[in-house]
């Protein structure tokens, strides 16, 4: 079993920065890949960002060039580093891994583990 446990949500104005955390606890950090997803009210869960074990990253459309995400294996932590933040970038973050060595995927149904959520709000 991996667990993993967000940080780092919260209320930032249009144009403003946040950087979410992950926790991971459980497994061998460096043997899986990460990802971050989000939904907001009443829409579908949406892939964000990923990054597998050697550090190779992907993005959503909305997203390239204003997020970055990181790892560090040594404190079994992946990072979601949000630049530029729009209103419709409101929603529940999620971070998730899929099994051990297994490619990260854009679907929800790629990811095995997940954590519980935390809230980015950014008002106009």
């Known amino acids: 079993q991996v667990q993993l446990v967000e940080s780092g949500g919260g209320l930032v104005q249009a144009g403003g920065s946040l950087r979410l955390s992950c926790a991971a606890s459980?497994?061998?950090?460096?043997?899986?890949?990460m990802a971050w997803f989000r939904q907001a009210p009443g829409k579908e869960r949406e892939f964000v960002a990923a990054i597998n074990w050697t550090g190779n990253t992907n993005y959503a459309d909305s997203v390239k060039g204003r997020f970055t995400i990181s790892r560090d294996n040594a404190k079994s932590a992946a990072y979601l580093q949000m630049n530029s933040l729009k209103p419709e970038d409101t929603a529940v973050y999620y971070c998730a891994a899929p099994q051990a060595f297994k490619r990260p995927g854009s679907f929800g149904s790629d990811y095995r583990y997940w954590g519980q959520g935390t809230q980015v709000t950014v008002s106009s």
């Open positions: 459980g497994r061998t950090f460096s043997n899986y890949a």
